[in-house]
Each structure stands twice: as structure tokens, then as C-alpha cells.
């Protein structure tokens, strides 16, 4: 028995010094570790956790200096260490009583990637959406230079400090696998600067930019609703403003970098305006978080898509972009106007964009010379009898078009109603005639594929040396034509017939609006099509009609909360299809507005009976096409041609 506890008490004894020496080992943040690519010629911080108290030593030997720390009573501790320029590979030491050694490391340059589902997309692919030309870059990706770590996907409703990852070599299975728009950015920095180079991808795909913004990042952006930090983090949605901010950027804040890339834009095209003050917003919050000054921020101009009726045209979020582009220092935009796919909003041609953005930081952030790294941008519109001459910046070698007929432009007189044009290059820039505009005041193009009304040179993409696309072109106010959009597509939605602008304007009279001398006329069908047994709730959408009438100038609009909208369905449209369930007659605002409930119910029925009704108001012509007619005329109004 003596034997016994003898033995017990030394075996006791070898698992107190066991895990002495578990608690003795450094452990470091997932940032840190083999293979890494430390920047170059900086002060870099290197952070873990050790026993509480304890002295940590870092050796680093490219120099064989010793930088000591003491870790605080939760054993954090933080350390700089000063890089030597590009070179490796070198060896870190770090030991607070048992040592850990991270071997292979790389100094020279370090980019985080990020955004949504564009810089997200690997090189091998989507599934049914492959990258172009990728099979053969991933077989030739043996390259010491370039090292690869991604961030997982992951939510949080405070600051993470940690995330689950470790760096990759360059190898053809690593690199499958990793977002494709980086990759080419960092290949081709990489091949120029003859550096080696660390991306850090950390992105999600369908993301908004709210998100990735911190906390104290939304305190110029008031229309931000915080999320409340007491709900279940199970059911916490990944558009939730801060939570990946929280959980895949926190964890880097600090690791030493040359500058970020960006490619998102798509989840937020319905909110233009707010995006335009969005992205700096997001720009100047990671600046302030990493505490290294204005690093470069590159970003792309979301591409050409066909996002159908829904929603307001993407142009406008572009356009948001390009503004951006400008607003703080140390920023760049990459135009991939010639990229785009009409049925896929995930572009094949991932080498473009990263080599554009890769252009931008050869030219912007590294001072190379002798090449472009921004295409063609409007810089003015003018008018010389029935001619409108645009100039363009980035342009010092001209454009051209590569040979394709310059079409689908389209100009207008003061009262915006477009007319195709003639286009041509000059020695300055593009002119535009039509035989139908005398006096043209504006210029437009509209794209024959996704039949977007663009504020773009649209499908044949001019270009100058450097052979990048010129980005898109305002020559009017946009903001407002993209209100009455707005409003069009709100009420597509619901699928109603209406005489909304008189009612929302204060009666049938539209002399008596207030829209300066302009009226809405709007006619809408509801497309049998989308039968099967629904109700229709009103108010999110009435709000929005509300708020963007105002905005053109309808200063008598009162806020409809809580109120309804009259709607009336169009005659001939079967009765045996409809039932009233409820009229509620409205007033408000000392009678200003007029408003009435309709709540419409389809009959259930079969999707073969709905198509047999279709076909039968079809031939009766019983119906209008599925789409909304909208005209924005002068009140005294304008015939066909007139100018």
C-alpha cells in the first residue's frame, strides 16, 4: 500500500511539472506563426499570451536582438520589433520560460484583402462560375515570395481577439483555394517589386460595408442602428453593422502592413448616397484602429450586372465609388467596366481587377513610373450648337475604342428625354449629335444588354495607353433622376395600378404639386404570373415613396407613418380574382393627403389555371406588360420630338 501512494505522488508530481510547462510555453495570436511575411523596414508588433507576469524575450535573427516585455496579470503581453528590408528566410524567438521558435519567415510586403463575395471567390472557382485562365496559373504557383493566410468566416457582437487560421506556402492547393483577386494583386506586386509579399484575406460574399466598420467607426453615420449586444450570438446575422469588423478584422488590427484592398460594393447599390460617405467612413476607421497613419486603401468599382427590375440601377452606386475615389489621400479606384457579365455577378476575369489594383499601388504607394494606372475619367461636358464634346482625364495618349462602333449614347434636351446619338472620338474626346435634340443639356448611354439607363460610357469601354476602360460619366443631377427610379421601383414591387403621383402630391390636380412645374405618371399592372394567395402591407414601402417625393421637391408631402396608400386596380382585370377585404378611408395633416387601405387577396389556384388566365387577358389585351411606364414631364408638356 506504502508502494501505492508512493507512486501516485510521483506520478502526481510529473503532472504539476507537465503542466508547468504547458503554462510555460508563449502562445501566440493566429496572425503569428511559420511562414509569415512580416512588413518590411517597420516597427511590427508581435502580441500572444504567457504566464501571467512573466518576462518575454523575442529574438529576431536578422539582426540577433533581443526585445524583452512583460506580460500583464492575464499574461497579455505586446511587443515592436524593427524589420530589416525585404529578404528571408529569418527565424522569431519567443520565450517566457520554455521557447517557441517560428521558422521560413518572410519580410517585405503585407496587404490585407477584403469585401464580399468578388474577393472571396477562389481561384478554383464557384461552383458553375470559374475564374478565367485560372487552371493554369494554379499550376505554375510555386512561388517562395508569396505567402497566403485567409480568415474564416465568422460573426461577433464585441472585438475578437484571435481567429482560427495559420499562413500558407504558395502552392498549387493553397492557392486554389484562395481568393483569386488577391492572389493576382499580390502576383503581380510581387513580380515588380521582386519582394515577397503576404496577403491576408478576410472577406465574406453578400456582405454589406456596415459590418466591417467598428463601433466607433458610425459616429458620423447616424442612420446606423447599432445592434443590440444582449442577443443570442446564434442568431446573429452577418449583416449586422460591427460583427465582422468584431471578428475577422480586430483579430489583425496591428500586424504590421503596407495597406489594404477592397472589393464589395453590390450589397449596398439600393443606398448610393450613404455609401459614397460609407467607404471613407470605413477607410478612416481601420486608419484609426491600426495606428500607422493613412495607408493606401485600393478598392474596386463593382462591375456591370443585370440586377433586374428590383432595386435602383447600379450606376449610381459606381458613381458613388468614383466620388469616393477622391475624398480622402491615399485612396485609388479600379475601373472593370469591360469585365462585367450581364448573368453573372461574379466576373470570370479576376486577373483584371487584381492587376488594376495592383497598378494603383505600383504607381501610388511604391512610385513606379512609365505606365497607367487609372483609365479615362469625365472631366467636363460642353455644348456647342447640337454637339455635346466630352474631355476626359487619364487620357494623355487619346482613346480609342479598339475598333468597335461607338453606340447605344444617347443625348437630351432641357426636359431629359433621351434620343439616340451619333459618337465619335476627337482629337480632345467624344462628340455626340442626334437629329432629334437642337439643344442637347445632357448626355447618357444605356446598356443594350442589362438595359440599365446609365450614367456610363456603357458597353464599348474607351481606353487609353494603359488600356483601362474609362469609369462612368454624370452630366446630370443623377441623385434626382435616381429618386424618381426609386419610386418606380418601389411601386413595381407591390404590383399595383395607380394614379400615385396625383394622390401623393396632393391631388388630381397636378398643377397644384409642388415639383416645380414636374409631375409623376405611373401605370402598372399586376401580372397574373405571380398569383397564388398574398396581402399586401403597404407602409415599409409608402415611407420610402414619401421620402424620396420629398426630396424632388414635394414640400407639402407629410410623413405618412402608419398610413396607406389608395390603389386602384385597372379596369377589366376578372373580379373572381380579387376580393376587397378592407377600405379605410384616412385623413391627415389638415386633409393635405387623401389616403385609402386596400387590402387585395388572390384566389388560390393552380399554377395551371394562372397561366390559362394569363393567356386569356393576354389575348383580351385585358392587361399591360408586367413592367411600370413612367413619364417625368414638364406640366405644360411636350410633344415626341420636341425640343
Known sequence: MK???????????????????????????????????????????????????????IITSWNNRTYSTRADGEGVWKVKVATPAAGGPYTVTINDGKPVTLRNIMIGEVW??????????????????????????????????????????ATSLTPVEDFDGEWKLCEPENVSEFSATAYFFGLMLSKTLKVPVGLICTSWGGTRIEPWISETGFSKFDWVKLPDKTQPQEKLSQQTPTVLFNAMINPLVGYGIRGAIWYQGEANRNEPGRYRQLIPGLVENWRTVWDIGEFPFYYVQIAPYDYGP??????????????????????????????????NIHPADKKTAGDRLAYLALVKTYGKTGFACEGPVLKEMTIEGNQVRLAFDNAVNGLTSFGKELSCFEVAGSNRRFYPAVAFITGPGVTLFSPSVNAPSSAAQQDPETGEWSLKMGNVFFRDSSDDPATEYITWDAQLEANFRQIEVLLNQ????????????????????????????????????????????LDPVIKNVIKLVSQLGGNDIKDLTNEKITIKWQDGLPNDKLEEAEIIE??????????????????????DRAEEEIEAITEEESMLTPTMEMGIEDSVGVEEGEE
Request: charged letters at 20%; glycine letters at 8%.
Open 494 to 537: 407591390l404590383y399595383v395600378i395607380s394614379e400615385m403621383g396625383a394622390t401623393l402630391l396632393g391631388g388630381e390636380d397636378k398643377g397644384n404639386s409642388n415639383m416645380s412645374g414636374r409631375a409623376l405618371k405611373f401605370k402598372m399592372i399586376s401580372p397574373l404570373a405571380k398569383a397564388k394567395r398574398m396581402t399586401m402591407q
Open 310 to 343: 428590383g432595386g435602383i440601377n447600379s450606376a449610381l452606386l459606381r458613381e458613388a465609388q468614383l466620388k469616393a475615389s477622391t475624398s480622402l489621400p491615399g485612396i485609388g479606384m479600379a475601373c472593370i467596366m469591360d469585365t462585367g457579365e450581364k448573368d
Open 112 to 153: 490585407v484583402c477584403s469585401g464580399q463575395s468578388n474577393m472571396e471567390m477562389p481561384m478554383k472557382g464557384f461552383m458553375n462560375q470559374p475564374v478565367s485562365g485560372s487552371n493554369e496559373f494554379i499550376a505554375a504557383a510555386s512561388n517562395n515570395l508569396i505567402r497566403l493566410i485567409t480568415v474564416p468566416r
Open 3 to 57: 508502494k501505492l501512494f508512493i507512486n501516485l505522488g510521483a506520478h502526481f508530481l510529473m503532472i504539476l511539472v507537465f503542466a508547468s510547462a504547458l503554462r510555460a510555453e508563449v502562445k501566440l495570436a493566429s496572425i503569428f506563426g511559420d511562414n509569415m511575411v512580416l512588413q518590411q523596414q517597420a516597427d511590427v508588433a508581435v502580441w500572444g499570451k504567457a504566464r501571467a507576469n512573466a518576462t518575454v524575450n
Open 586 to 607: 384616412k385623413r391627415k395633416n389638415s386633409g393635405t393627403i387623401s389616403t385609402k387601405t386596400v387590402l387585395m387577396e388572390y384566389d388560390q389556384m393552380s399554377e
